[in-house]
């Protein structure tokens, strides 16, 4: 089957670094990218990873290894408002895919 | 602010009725994708549009239709709505079609569906 796989929620200290995971069970697709959802908002494009390693965006980065189906990404300096759910995605034969999301609360 | 733009914010409707969902893409994106949210399914990819042409489909119903129009906006028919239908309707836009563009997509805010 195609799907992506992520934990369900992380708990993490307002100035710490936290890593959310994403594995998959599909193969032949482009990329990974992530997205940021607030409650009540829409989805915010993050990054994108087209190759193997490490993307680096600010506070965020994005890591991608196709060989082991794993990717995942890391916020450093946790603020309250990356308080959100992050979702992964893939494009899987032109149709995109996304994880069902990870929920980051961030304790003051 | 994405640049997308959609309405309405929210509808309200009964069961057997048909609604139609309008997006404008920003400026100029030529690929406008559809998607629903609801808490048990997540983020549900329907359908995609590049240039007016439908160029991917995903977990769409029948009962579901869309559009794209030579001025790029888009519409997202519903119709026989029953109670799982429900759920936040999210139009997204990019800038062309594959690659990394099906992976840099910019999301208007949503529109809220109750079904009644």
């Known amino acids: 089957g195609q799907s992506l796989e992520q934990p369900s929620e992380v708990t993490a200290v307002e100035g710490a670094i936290v890593q959310i995971n994403c594995t998959y069970q599909?193969?032949?697709?482009?990329?990974l990218s992530w997205y940021q959802q607030h409650d009540g908002g829409a989805p915010t494009f993050l990054s994108y990873n087209a190759l193997d390693g490490l993307e680096e965006t600010g506070r965020f980065s994005s890591f991608l290894s196709r060989s082991d189906s794993y990717g995942y990404l890391l916020l450093q300096e946790l603020q309250m408002k990356d308080s959100a759910s992050y979702f992964c995605?893939?494009?899987?034969?032109?149709?995109?895919?996304f994880g069902k999301g990870t929920r980051l609360h961030i304790l003051p | 602010d994405s640049g997308v733009t959609q309405t309405p914010k929210h509808l309200i409707t009964a069961t057997g009725q048909r609604v139609t969902l309008r997006c404008s893409p920003r400026?100029?994106?030529?690929?406008v994708y559809w998607y629903q949210q609801s808490l048990d399914q997540g983020l549900q990819f329907l359908i995609q549009y590049y240039n007016g042409e439908e160029r991917a489909k995903g977990n769409i119903l029948e009962r579901f239709s869309a559009q794209q129009f030579p001025d790029l906006h888009s519409e997202l028919n519903l119709s026989s709505l029953e109670l799982g239908d429900s759920a936040l309707y999210f139009c997204?836009?990019?800038?062309?079609?594959?690659?990394?563009?099906?992976?840099?997509?910019?999301f208007g805010p949503g529109t809220r569906l109750t079904v009644t």
């Open positions: 599909t193969s032949g697709f482009y990329g």
């Open positions: 997204a836009s990019s800038l062309t079609s594959g690659g990394k563009s099906d992976y840099e997509q910019y």
């Open positions: 400026s100029g994106d030529l690929s």
């Open positions: 995605a893939v494009n899987r034969d032109d149709k995109i895919i």
